[in-house]
């Protein structure tokens, strides 16, 4: 069974860091396209990041870029996502995602809370 497992988030001042990481308990873990998304309630879930396996190419949301940065350890199959710069608005529930058709597989999600 493939799992993805994020680390537990937490709660954190404006301005502050935080690192996220994902456990990929997958094979082939350089076979799939790799995301981080986020949700608020009453809103539909966001991709913020992600990375491509077929050019090796990172993408981010215009909300999160030059503050958040995504990496990939395939050594280890784990995949983090490096906060800084947070803001009450990065207040939500963060996803991993790993795909490759006709997978889709999610992480059970962590809570982020910025307080200003």
């Known amino acids: 069974e493939v799992t993805l497992a994020e680390s537990v988030g937490g709660l954190v001042q404006a301005g502050g860091s935080l690192r996220l990481s994902c456990a990929a308990s997958i094979l082939a873990l350089d076979d799939y396209g790799i995301g981080w998304f986020r949700q608020v309630p009453g809103k539909e879930r966001e991709i913020i990041s992600c990375?491509?396996?077929?050019?090796?190419?990172?993408w981010y949301a215009d909300s999160v870029k030059e503050r958040f940065t995504m990496s990939i350890d395939y050594a280890n199959n784990m995949v983090y996502l490096q906060m800084n710069s947070l803001i009450p608005e990065d207040t939500a529930v963060y996803y991993c995602n790993a795909k490759a058709s006709p997978y889709d597989y999610w992480g059970q999600g962590t809570q982020v809370t910025v307080s200003s």
């Open positions: 990375f491509s396996s077929l050019d090796s190419s990172t």
